[in-house]
C-alpha cells in the first residue's frame, strides 16, 4: 500500500522558519513529481508547491514564491522549506504524488499542522 508520510509541521512565530518533509513508502511507489497544498480553517485547499522528478523544475503559488524552497531529497522524499513565515501560512499542509504525467494529485498524506502566531 502506497503512503505519503508527512512530518516537521508545529507552531512558530512570524518571520520564523520551519521545514516540512514527505516520504513516499510502499512497494509500489512510483512518482513523477510530489507536492504540498495547503487547507487553512474555513478556506479551501489550495496549491502551494510542486517539483518535477525528471528535471527538477519547480514551481510554487503566488502567496509562497520567494519564501518558500520546495527540495527533492532522495528517490521517495520532497522537503518544503518555509521562511518568512507569516499568520496567512497557518493550515493544515497536504503532501501528494503524481505517478504519471497530466494525472491528478493522489496520495494524500495524512497532513501536518503549520502554526503561525505571536
Known amino acids: 500500500q502506497v503512503q505519503l508520510v508527512e512530518s516537521g509541521g508545529g507552531s512558530v512565530q512570524p518571520g520564523g522558519s520551519l521545514r516540512l518533509s514527505c516520504t513516499g513508502s510502499?512497494?509500489?511507489?512510483?512518482?513523477?513529481?510530489m507536492g504540498w497544498f495547503r487547507q487553512a480553517p474555513g478556506k479551501e485547499r489550495e496549491f502551494v508547491a510542486a517539483?518535477?522528478?525528471?528535471?527538477?523544475?519547480s514551481r510554487y503559488a503566488d502567496s509562497v514564491k520567494g519564501r518558500f524552497i520546495i527540495s527533492r531529497d532522495g528517490a521517495k522524499t520532497v522537503s518544503l522549506q518555509m521562511n518568512s513565515l507569516t499568520p496567512d501560512d497557518t493550515a493544515v499542509y497536504y503532501c501528494?504524488?503524481?505517478?504519471?504525467?497530466?494525472?491528478?494529485?493522489?496520495?494524500w498524506g495524512q497532513g501536518t499542522q503549520v502554526t503561525v502566531s505571536s
Open positions: 501528494v504524488n503524481r505517478i504519471a504525467p497530466a494525472v491528478p494529485w493522489s496520495g
Open positions: 517539483i518535477s522528478w525528471g528535471n527538477g523544475e
Open positions: 510502499g512497494r509500489t511507489f512510483s512518482t513523477v513529481a
